[in-house]
């Protein structure tokens, strides 16, 4: 079943208005409890992703009956690389957070603009994009992830861009092409099917299983057009079968 065939009963209401009252409790009340780790400095800022993050997830679990499973552990690099993850849901945000505690974001430059969270963001060094900047926001895409990497800091990019239904067609933008020609680094491919039980913008959540598989990584040494080629078509191939038998 998919959300957008999703049944309200009265019981999902009361899951998901609790959840989401709880959720956004979290978020504030985070964003004051840990001001000493944001006033020390950026390293001591990136402790607070996990925690926020582990929270949030667990508060999904027991109001929504949403958990999750991590398939490809074997994939999982230990040296920092690149992971480049489909994006269904704001739980994909949550979800490396708590895995990899250092993880530097590429995100859109207006994010850094929100109360509180935003400043957490911009405090924890995140890599924002003024995607508007057109060659100049790239140029600034590929120093600042030399810079992460450099700091140990794996890197989580959305390649679409933005959060896209589940079976939607792609559209895969121009800078994970430009990172994997330049960085000179492995790009991990990550398959998930997320938006099934958290949609975009959604209020309402189903509850199941959410799956984040990473997949094989991609070494350097391809041209750009079979980079993205190949990069597309594992991503979309396992999210695809990651929603058989699931969306119906």
């Not at 499973?69 to 957070?97: C, M």
């Not at 990584?217 to 993205?228: H, P």
Request: aromatic letters at 12%; a positive charge.
């Amino acid at each position: 079943m998919s959300m957008d065939k999703l049944k309200i009963t009265p019981l999902l209401l009361l899951q998901s208005l609790a959840f989401n009252i709880a959720f956004f409790a979290w978020a504030f009340i985070s964003a004051i409890i840990f001001i000493p780790f944001f006033a020390v400095s950026s390293k001591a800022a990136l402790k607070v992703g996990k925690p926020w993050a582990v929270v949030s997830l667990f508060f999904a679990r027991i109001f929504c009956n949403i958990r999750y499973e991590v398939r490809g552990h074997e994939n999982i690099s230990t040296q920092p690389v690149v992971y480049a993850s489909k994006h269904q849901s704001a739980w994909d945000t949550l979800i490396f957070l708590a895995l990899f505690p250092n993880i530097a974001y590429i995100l859109k430059k207006e994010l850094l603009r929100l109360p509180f969270w935003g400043w957490y963001l911009w405090r924890m060094k995140m890599i924002a994009i003024d995607r508007k900047a057109g060659a100049s926001s790239i140029k600034q895409l590929i120093r600042d992830s030399k810079t992460a990497l450099k700091d140990g800091r794996p890197i989580v990019i959305f390649p679409e861009g933005t959060r896209t239904k589940p079976g939607a067609p792609p559209d895969y933008q121009p800078g994970i092409t430009a990172m994997y020609s330049s960085l000179g680094v492995p790009v991990v491919p990550v398959a998930l099917n997320s938006g099934i039980f958290w949609g975009k913008n959604a209020f309402f959540k189903k509850s199941g299983i959410i799956t984040i598989e990473f997949l094989p990584q991609i070494e350097q040494g391809l041209g750009k057009k079979e980079f993205i080629t190949r990069l597309e078509n594992d991503i979309e191939k396992a999210s695809n079968k990651l929603l058989k038998g699931i969306e119906k």
